[in-house]
């Protein structure tokens, strides 16, 4: 070891990534690999919001903005969040960042103690458990259940809350799941959160992406919310912007005063040219996004039944793009699952275990390849399947 690693900050915890690292290792040796596990969509950012950004160096648009962001670019994000969800922020109740994954990072800065207890549901996007640690708090699982359709449940939040509880993260739709908690139990969350006196993270990075008949319910919107929740968004998911690397926070303007200088410290401003992308996203013409929004339900609903078939089950995913699966009936632990599937047949999946969950019976996979490319990699894992039933 070097000496550099012997004197890691205490910050520094060990995260799960040396799965993912082995296999896009194995990945990398082979050819014509389907990759179902990362969250990237396999569309291309629509021509208008690139044009855009051409326009803007184009115009020399390329100098530092305040450290919030570009003022019509926060109006912009305000009048999205009031449209689609019913939510009331003003520009200056809103801080742009280097994708939401900054805003996830400098809303634990502002808001997590040394000590302090983050609820999070569970199986989750590990990102918060690094944010906490890095602050100094502790993260505490909240479980979801395929019986549920892993949607939660209020009381399993309720049962894990204690006098250092600071606060809970809400994703809806979830990462991994594509779960969506039904309007009743955000509704009994709020109630929830006043009573016990909890902050809430909102984060709705796929809020757009909901398929009936379910519905997304911003807990903000509800009485005595928006003065303890922070809500998170960004344009990677929707708008095919990953790369782009653009999200958001809001939250109360004082708030947002007491965060700029932390904001300005991490990266001074999210990239010039991506604001101005982001602004023709969400100003300029929908119908690109709509369309990719049913080519993705078009998806699920094909690979439900395919899941059936394989003799996999799944929560109903009611958003965003995934689907997670069930594959203890293959006999396997899901990291040996996805590894084996991988060396043997190039279909590259994620196990749960690297989405928190203790579970080894878990997989998340990603429907972000065309449907063609879908069915192939239903028909290698169903290859796949029958090889290792028959062996057992």
Avoid at 42 to 48: E, Q
Wanted: proline share 8%; with cysteine.
């Amino acid at each position: 070891m070097s000496l550099l690693h012997d004197r890691l900050a205490p910050r520094i915890v060990e995260e799960d990534g040396s799965f993912r690292t082995r296999m896009l290792g194995i990945s990398a040796g082979m050819k014509d690999v389907i990759a179902l596990g990362r969250g990237d969509p396999d569309f291309h950012t629509p021509a208008h919001i690139v044009q855009a950004a051409k326009d803007a160096l184009d115009a020399n648009q390329h100098h530092y903005t305040g450290p919030t962001g570009l003022p019509p670019l926060r109006a912009a994000i305000a009048a999205d969040m009031k449209k689609y969800h019913g939510l009331d922020y003003t520009p200056d109740e809103i801080v742009v960042t280097a994708g939401a994954q900054e805003a996830i990072m400098l809303t634990m800065l502002g808001l997590c103690a040394p000590g302090d207890e983050i609820l999070i549901t569970s199986p989750r996007f590990t990102t918060y458990d690094t944010a906490a640690h890095l602050c100094g708090g502790v993260p505490v699982p909240v479980p979801t259940f395929e019986k549920d359709d892993f949607a939660l449940d209020p009381a399993e939040i309720e049962t894990r809350i204690t006098p250092r509880s600071r606060m809970f993260v809400l994703t809806s739709p979830n990462n991994p799941t594509g779960a969506v908690t039904p309007p009743a139990a955000i509704r009994a969350i709020a109630e929830l959160a006043v009573r016990h006196d909890i902050l809430i993270i909102a984060d709705e990075i796929y809020a757009r992406m909901i398929y009936a008949p379910n519905e997304h319910l911003s807990i903000a919107t509800l009485p005595g919310m928006k003065e303890r929740t922070i809500t998170l968004g960004g344009v990677s998911k929707t708008y095919a912007m990953t790369g782009w690397r653009l999200g958001w926070l809001a939250g109360p303007a004082d708030f947002v005063a007491k965060v700029t200088e932390p904001r300005h410290t991490l990266s001074i401003n999210a990239c010039t040219i991506s604001q101005f992308a982001a602004l023709a996203a969400l100003t300029g013409p929908q119908e690109p996004i709509e369309a990719m929004i049913a080519d993705y339900k078009a998806r699920r609903d094909w690979l439900m039944p395919a899941l059936d078939r394989l003799g996999f089950t799944y929560g109903h995913p009611g958003g965003a793009f995934y689907i997670y699966t069930n594959v203890s009936s293959s006999g396997l632990p899901a990291p040996e699952f996805c590894e084996r599937l991988l060396r043997e047949t190039g279909v590259m999946l994620f196990p749960g275990t690297m989405f928190g969950d203790t579970s080894t019976d878990y997989i998340r996979i990603s429907y972000l390849q065309p449907l063609p490319v879908i069915e192939e990699a239903v028909r290698r894992i169903e290859g796949f399947l029958k090889r290792t039933r028959a062996a057992a």
